[in-house]
């Protein structure tokens, strides 16, 4: 145990409440320059960007969202993957995650960072895990606002996170309040840029997650803060903003002729989207009219239905509006995008091998698919920054299993199955590299 007074010390200097846990371990510099360099070659920086001069490593990186918009999000996630690579696993934490690993850095010569080097230095990698994981896709579908930001806002956001620095500074006590005040200004500054309600969430999660390592004492009230906000922009009934135009009244109304059809009594299923999807998934089990046939003539009523309005509203955004949370907003998504491709070009592959497949969907088989997907979505949901390794084990289960019940040689059945986890995946998660070939199986993650 560190005395009283050093303990304070400590907290107050480094910002973070965990600073006295003893298995805090100090940042390898050795390791640091060396994965530091590598980044900064992949991404042709100058090689002086680091830790001391972290503003313009900054500038460095949100220049690429600015110029190259998705692909200069791409190009930055691919070496921030070899960055964490580069990185023994302890000293990836110690040395880009944990500012006290920084103030305590080995291997360093006489070169001591600041508390302001080491926040600032953290802060940049804990967005990036958003950005590159749950941000990805909705920077992606509003790249060229998005992108904008970067080119024209970039010194309001410098203004606001000097603003956050010294109050947090100067009133200590009061750093879970300025926390909450910067990400609002975050929001209103992505919001007024873009007027698209999920580019303000995207913002405000840009400035939350980068202060989340920081300041863990506020996480409660930071990981309530953005859903608030976009449902106050949005409104929980008509959900009705430029950019998310979906009529409630027309999406309420064929969501219950769906489940009407599929015997299904939860009206608002994407609260429980795992249950909904064991209700979809058991026809899967049957063969004949009552098997996926009857999900896919529900499903293609269910487009019907809703017409123009199905793009608006079947979103992560749209549900994250009305309460869902993230998790459950991209799950519900997920299954009616895997619905696309059973009803669409996976539907002749299925009926081909109805009698293999559909008894993969049962017992043993059917349950280990179902704890293989929870596993990843709940996972990859904590650690945004290995969901697309630890893709490549969902896909491999499913094709397993269908594997185990169709035949050695059964291809065409485990590609189904690869491409139907593929884009459960690909809904959350974009950026990653994962494909299915044939005549030769298994997930490709690049």
């Known amino acids: 145990m560190c005395s009283t007074n050093l303990c304070v010390a400590i907290a107050l200097l480094v910002g973070v409440v965990a600073a006295q846990n003893p298995q805090l371990r100090a940042c390898d510099a050795t390791q640091l320059n060396t994965c530091q360099s590598q980044f900064n070659t992949k991404l042709a920086f100058d090689a002086s960007l680091g830790v001391t001069n972290y503003q313009s490593l900054r500038i460095a990186i949100e220049t690429k969202f600015a110029n190259g918009a998705t692909r200069g999000i ?12 580069c990185y023994t696993e302890e000293n990836f934490f110690s040395c880009a995650q944990n500012p006290f690993g920084l103030l305590t850095a080995t291997n360093n010569g006489n070169t001591k960072f600041s508390r302001d080097q080491s926040n600032g230095y953290v802060k940049i990698w804990n967005q990036l895990d ?30 606001i996170d000097s603003d956050f620095d010294t109050n947090a500074k100067l009133d200590p006590e009061q750093a879970c309040a300025y926390v909450d005040i910067a990400a609002n200004l975050y929001f209103q500054l992505f919001w007024t840029a873009c007027r698209r309600p999920e580019v303000a969430y995207w913002g405000c999660n840009y400035e939350r997650t980068g202060t989340n390592l920081l300041y863990p004492q506020c996480t409660q009230t930071m990981q309530g803060r953005c859903l608030p906000l976009l449902a106050l922009f949005l409104g ?19 969501q219950g002729e769906l ?20 209700e979809v998934e058991k026809f899967y089990q049957n063969q004949g009219p009552d098997g996926i046939r009857k999900v896919c003539k529900a499903f293609r009523e269910f487009k019907i239905c809703m017409g123009a309005q199905y793009a608006s509203c079947m979103t992560p955004v749209h549900f994250a509006s009305v309460s869902a949370t993230p998790l459950n907003a991209y799950q519900f998504v997920g299954l009616f995008n895997q619905m696309h491709f ?3 070009a996976g539907l002749q592959t299925y009926l081909s091998n109805e009698a293999c497949m559909s008894t993969t969907w049962q017992g043993h088989s059917g349950e280990k698919m179902t704890q293989c997907r929870l596993d990843y979505e709940k996972t990859s949901d904590i650690y945004a920054d290995q969901a697309c390794t630890l893709a490549n084990k969902y896909l491999i289960c499913f094709e397993t299993e269908f594997k185990n019940n169709c035949g050695d040689k059964s291809n065409d059945a485990q590609f189904w199955a690869c491409e139907y986890s593929r884009v459960n995946i690909f809904t959350r998660f974009p950026q990653c590299a994962a494909r299915c070939v044939l005549p030769y199986n298994g997930g490709i993650i690049g």
């Open 74 to 85: 791409l190009d930055t996630c691919e070496a921030y993957k070899e960055y964490q690579q």
């Open 130 to 159: 958003f950005v590159c994981g749950a941000g990805f896709s909705i920077f992606a579908n509003a790249e060229t606002c998005a992108s904008n930001i970067f080119n024209n806002q970039t010194a309001a956001m410098r203004q």
């Open 236 to 254: 929980i009934s008509g959900v009705q903003s430029a950019g998310l135009d979906c009529d409630s009244t027309t999406y309420f109304e064929c």
């Open 259 to 278: 489940n009407k059809k599929l015997g299904i009594a939860d009206p608002q299923p994407w609260f429980n989207p795992d249950v909904f999807r064991k």
């Open 342 to 344: 059973v009803c669409g």
